[in-house]
């Protein structure tokens, strides 16, 4: 079976009779239990179906949704879906400010939220009519008011037309609001991974677990393709009770945010050891540096698993795919750190190109520059942001944003994001060697400023740093400003756990003027 309509996704799974459980880590925010079948979700997504038209939802309109992290964020859209309607998920992550923005961009006839959100500032006034999932200030719709309405049948749309709105992780500022169809998001995108490949491919027999952001795209294409390959179990992670579950349930496919890895990594060494299993590690969303992947590799049973390294955005779907086994990180000193090369594009779905980044004239493998992406699975839009998407556009070829050099062989090295680069040095590089050399650190940032050497952010469990350990972690670097050593919790980030950077910046000297233009952010 391979995705099409998301509205019926979850009916048309029940009605071919598998039977994969769903065990999540603690219950939905919409129906209670942590194990599910896939009558029961499809019978959820009804349900869900039912309080939306009741609360006035139509085809066509839109319904923004903002609650706490979990995987109901994509049983909502498939409700609204069903409608007709068009679904923009919102991470309850965001700052009320920048939701604030969203909302006003999307105009939503309905909003979905919770207490929790609904008590900053007053978001019902930015939607036609809000329902809250639990409760909320007076005068807003109650699941109560809107119980016991059954579902409509299933509305259809066309494949080109707007089907999903999801944000992206917003490091630089505000988020864009970005519309997938079903032609780019599914057909393209879904249908794609549904296919059960050799080695990589689910299994019937798999433990798939999933530790995500679930506002965001990438949680829903994975939600249509990982349905159709009907593994045994699906474990849902949404960081409640993560390790309790996987414990329980030892997986075997582990796709995770690199934040989620980061901070559980020092399971990858207890006696426990839930990786044990694990066949293939799957990141994306963000740089992952090699002391991290090495450790998963290691704590993983098997004779030879795989880290599958997706590299793409949420406009595009992913670019490139890179494996990576225990033989690939054996060598931590490599000139260019192992995670730092993407693999190459996607044979006959997408093609890159790196340019110069002032006259975009295309330059010859080993030659920095900003990289373009050509496929058919690109976004339709930016929601309330035509000139800014129209801006990445150059003759079809999407620009990302992202300085890179290509190989001979056709390989992309990932250096930095533009608006972060540095003329000194490759901040993602330098980053990747100061986690090689400070086992203690659990995160590196390296964040250039004009005028002054860049700033090393070195994340600790206590926030503390051996100025020793510093000095011999220096050697062969290029110059760098004193280090500042902080927690976890002290760093901004996203939803998707990507460190919000200029705002880190910003803490740390005030508004500073940056190296890179920030044009294609």
Not at 37 to 65: K, M, Q
Not at 268 to 285: D, G, H, I, K, Q
Not at 391 to 416: H, M, P, V, Y
């Amino acid at each position: 079976m391979r995705p099409h309509d998301m509205g019926v996704l979850f009916d048309e799974c029940a009605e071919r009779g598998i039977r994969t459980i769903v065990h999540l880590d603690r219950p939905f925010d919409l129906a209670p239990g942590t194990s599910h079948d896939l009558p029961a979700l499809a019978g959820l997504v009804r349900t869900a179906a039912g309080w939306l038209a009741a609360a006035g939802l139509r085809r066509g309109e839109r319904v923004a949704i903002l609650k706490d992290n979990h995987w109901d964020y994509d049983l909502l859209a498939c409700a609204a879906i069903r409608l007709g309607a068009v679904p923009a998920l919102l991470s309850g992550q965001l700052p009320p400010e920048t939701v604030e923005v969203l909302l006003k961009r999307l105009d939503p006839a309905l909003l979905v939220s919770n207490g929790r959100h609904l008590a900053v500032g007053d978001l019902p006034a930015l939607a036609r009519r809000t329902l809250t999932l639990d409760h909320g200030p007076k005068g807003v719709l109650t699941l109560d008011d809107v119980r016991g309405h059954s579902a409509p049948g299933p509305q259809r749309r066309s494949a080109d037309a707007p089907l999903v709105i999801n944000h992206t992780s917003g490091t630089t500022g505000l988020p864009k609001l970005v519309t997938h169809s079903t032609r780019t998001i599914i057909g393209r995108l879904a249908r794609f991974e549904a296919i059960r490949w050799p080695v990589i491919g689910t299994r019937r027999t798999d433990t798939v677990a999933s530790a995500s952001s679930f506002a965001h795209g990438r949680t829903f294409c994975w939600t249509a393709s990982v349905l159709c390959l009907a593994p045994e179990k699906i474990l849902i992670l949404s960081g409640e009770h993560d390790r309790e579950l996987l414990e329980q349930h030892p997986p075997s496919l582990l796709e995770a945010l690199p934040s989620w890895y980061v901070r559980h990594q020092h399971l990858t060494a207890e006696p426990a050891n839930p990786f044990r299993r694990v066949r293939l590690f799957v990141s994306t969303y963000d740089a992952m540096h090699p002391p991290t992947v090495r450790a998963y590799l290691h704590a993983s049973r098997r004779n030879r698993p795989l880290w599958m390294q997706g590299w793409g955005q949420t406009e595009t779907g992913p670019l490139t795919f890179r494996f990576l086994t225990r033989k690939a990180l054996a060598h931590s000193h490599d000139p260019e750190p192992t995670t730092r090369n993407l693999g190459h594009p996607l044979p006959g779905r997408t093609r890159l190109r790196v340019v110069d980044p002032s006259t975009f004239a295309p330059l010859p493998p080993g030659h920095t520059g900003l990289v373009l992406a050509r496929t058919k699975a690109r976004c339709l839009d930016y929601v309330g942001e035509p000139d800014r998407f129209a801006a990445k556009d150059t003759a079809g070829w999407w620009n990302t944003g992202d300085l890179g050099r290509q190989t001979r062989s056709g390989a992309i090295l990932f250096l930095d994001r533009e608006v972060d680069r540095t003329p000194e040095l490759s901040c993602v590089r330098t980053e990747d060697l100061l986690e090689e050399r400070l086992p203690e650190v659990l995160e590196a940032v390296v964040l250039g400023v004009l005028g002054q050497p860049p700033i090393p952010v070195l994340v600790t469990a206590d926030g503390t740093l051996d100025a020793f350990a510093w000095k011999r972690a220096l050697r062969d670097l290029p110059p760098l400003a004193d280090p500042v050593a902080l927690t976890w919790a002290q760093v901004p980030r996203t939803g998707t756990g990507k460190v919000r950077r200029q705002e880190l910046l910003d803490r740390l000297v005030g508004r500073a003027a940056r190296h890179g233009s920030g044009r294609w952010t």
